[in-house]
């Protein structure tokens, strides 16, 4: 029981600062996107801070020295909803790879338009890897982190899913190097589970590989087994 009550307040609090912050940001439209960047991953910021003094449940950082000043395309483990927040604040300013109906949500949808994602059509495959290569360059370019949930979906603990070639393609075709990133949240955050644990996620930051030289394939397999082999070790 003291488990559900402190994950409700959990909710309540992020669902009242989220109404907050994301009604403000529509304000914050004419302003440069690393403006309006740092300003709504406050929300994250306080998500974070909220989990800790509620649920309990912290992180501790490894590998923090891998992280590039530069830019670079990020693959992470997806285990939960929690490194969609975390991520934010560890490679910054960042821009996601999500599926086109989370920008259709009143609000939180809209926000989400203001910070430049490359959302995807996920029923065109074919037509979502162009348009990742082609925006994911663009941002780039313009000093922003690609970050990208390779397996697609959340997972559970202990799963593994198909890895997609997007994020490696991007890479294969950029040149810019890949920041592997592994953790356990989904041990204390399950992916589709409403209570949250206490305790301390674990988050890996991989060394970046170079993906000059290698095929898309490659890629994927050398971030595949990085990461996997990072969970065997943390669970």
């Not at 934010?88 to 790879?97: G, I, S």
């Not at 590989?209 to 943390?234: F, Y």
Request: charged content about 15%; overall charge positive.
């Amino acid at each position: 029981m003291e488990l559900f009550i402190r994950a409700l307040i959990f909710y309540l609090g992020i669902a009242l600062a989220a109404i907050i912050c994301f009604t403000l940001a529509l304000f914050l439209l004419p302003l440069p996107f690393r403006q309006r960047y740092q300003f709504l991953t406050q929300w994250s910021e306080f998500a974070l801070w909220w989990l800790k003094k509620t649920c309990r449940l912290s992180y501790q950082l490894h590998g923090q020295s891998n992280i590039p000043e530069q830019p670079v395309i990020v693959l992470s483990k997806h285990q939960s909803a929690w490194e969609t927040i975390a991520l934010t604040r560890l490679f910054m300013p960042q821009c996601w790879v999500l599926k086109r109906e989370l920008l259709w949500l009143p609000f939180f949808g809209w926000s989400l338009a203001m910070l430049k994602p490359i959302a995807i059509n996920r029923g065109s495959p074919r037509q979502a890897i162009q348009q990742v290569v082609k925006q994911g360059k663009q941002r780039l370019a313009q000093g922003i982190f690609v970050v990208i949930f390779p397996e697609g979906t959340r997972v559970a603990l202990g799963e593994k899913g198909r890895y997609g070639i997007g994020g490696a393609w991007l890479a294969a075709e950029s040149g810019y190097p890949v920041v592997p990133v592994a953790h356990n949240a989904g041990k204390f955050w399950p992916p589709h589970g409403f209570l949250k644990y206490p305790g301390t996620i674990q988050v890996y930051i991989g060394p970046p590989i170079d993906s000059k030289g290698k095929t898309a394939q490659e890629i994927n397999a050398l971030v595949e087994a990085w990461i996997e082999g990072k969970i065997l070790e943390i669970n």
